[in-house]
């Protein structure tokens, strides 16, 4: 019988909470590419982008949801693959992804960028792209065609905190193979509570009864397994998301403290496009313990001058903060697979 455990280990979440169907597929698929990946000399980068669900009921009409649009994800995955690395996109559905953000409906919808030419012989008329458009979507679709023909991008999708869960343990997996090679850049907002499908109602939660009251349980706290067990050698890097400014080095802090992985990048959400702040050990070859002094830790913050927003200029015009957190991650990831070879 299903007791009721007061927090969720990661083995007893994976023990009580199924797989997405589509799971053994999604690692074959992995495996493939990791394989092709370490053949060819390549670093990979594991990039989670978007916000996990928690579903309310068996046959699901409702669910509660955690913020993520996806930019930081996926703008980051381009400039991974800029910089040579392979990527597996690892995004909520409907989340923006690489190349196609540009042209996100909401902010800059493709259909606003076709002309429809009148046809010259009288059939079919042309379609043809605004000519003030043209520079900017054959630069986008120049990058995004090469990516597709060295088979450098790999797209994974979740919607549940389950789905992310599940993945996220079978991709680590899979990646270990690449060694110090692989990097894990966990941007996804992922729920900090669940409800356990043992305590779901199966059908849509009636009204009528006046108030609702849910007790949710806490998700296990899976950077553990990730940096122990799951993933030994891969470089981590983990996103803090707070709205108080006050908790935003020590939350940073604490969680190194208590994962050992290499690098916090905290952000407050109303300046999270501006500035971010890199939190890691001051020794990184040091294992990190719970307790810690603070000042073992460095800070080291990124910013970038608010663009005005008045002008006609395109997105990816502008300067996207995310090119300047992956040049630093690019040098800490190479210092750290160099630190390997000098102490071998
Ligand atoms: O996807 P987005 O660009 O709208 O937001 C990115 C972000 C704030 C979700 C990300 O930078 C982040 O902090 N992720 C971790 C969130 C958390 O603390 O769980």
Do not use: C
């Not at 992995?30 to 394989?35: H, L, N, Q, T």
């Not at 930081?72 to 995955?77: E, I, L």
């Not at 916090?264 to 313990?289: A, W």
């Amino acid at each position: 019988m299903y007791t009721e455990p007061t927090t969720f280990s990661a083995e007893a979440y994976f023990a009580s909470q199924p797989p997405p169907p589509t799971l053994q597929h999604d690692i074959e698929r992995v495996r493939e590419f990791a394989k092709r990946q370490k053949q060819e000399g390549r670093k990979v980068v594991l990039v989670t982008s978007g916000g996990t669900t928690v579903p309310l009921e068996l046959n699901v009409v409702r669910f509660l949801d955690n913020f993520s649009a996806g930019t930081r994800g996926a703008t980051s995955a381009e400039y991974f693959l800029k910089a040579g690395y392979a990527v597996i996109f690892m995004h909520r559905q409907f989340s923006l992804q690489p190349f196609s953000r540009h042209y996100s409906h909401s902010t800059n919808p493709f259909l606003d960028f076709l002309d429809i030419e009148p046809s010259k012989d009288g059939n079919t008329p042309v379609i043809s792209v605004t000519p003030s458009k043209r520079s900017d979507l054959l630069e986008v679709l120049t990058m995004y065609k090469d990516v597709h023909k060295a088979g450098t991008l790999h797209t994974l999708t979740f919607v549940t905190v389950d789905d992310y869960l599940w993945l996220l343990r079978a991709v680590s997996q899979e990646l270990s193979v690449l060694g110090r090679n692989a990097m894990f850049y966990l941007a996804a907002a992922v729920s900090d509570f669940f409800l356990p499908r043992q305590r779901m109602s199966e059908h849509k939660i009636q009204s009528g009864k006046g108030r609702l009251s849910i007790e949710m349980d806490q998700v296990p706290k899976i950077l553990k397994p990730l940096v122990d067990e799951w993933t030994k050698d891969g470089y981590i890097v983990s996103f803090k998301l707070e709205t108080d400014d006050n908790l935003l080095l020590p939350k940073a802090k604490a969680a190194l403290k208590r994962y050992g992985h290499q690098v916090v990048i905290g952000n407050d959400l109303h300046r999270r496009k501006y500035e971010v702040v890199f939190v890691s050990p001051k020794s990184p070859s040091s294992k990190t313990t719970t307790d810690q002094s603070d000042d073992e830790f460095e800070e080291y913050w990124l910013r970038i001058p608010i663009p005005d927003t008045s002008g006609n200029v395109s997105p990816h015009q502008v300067k996207e903060i995310e090119e300047d957190i992956v040049a630093e991650l690019l040098k800490r990831h190479s210092a750290w697979i160099d630190q390997a070879k000098t102490t071998s």
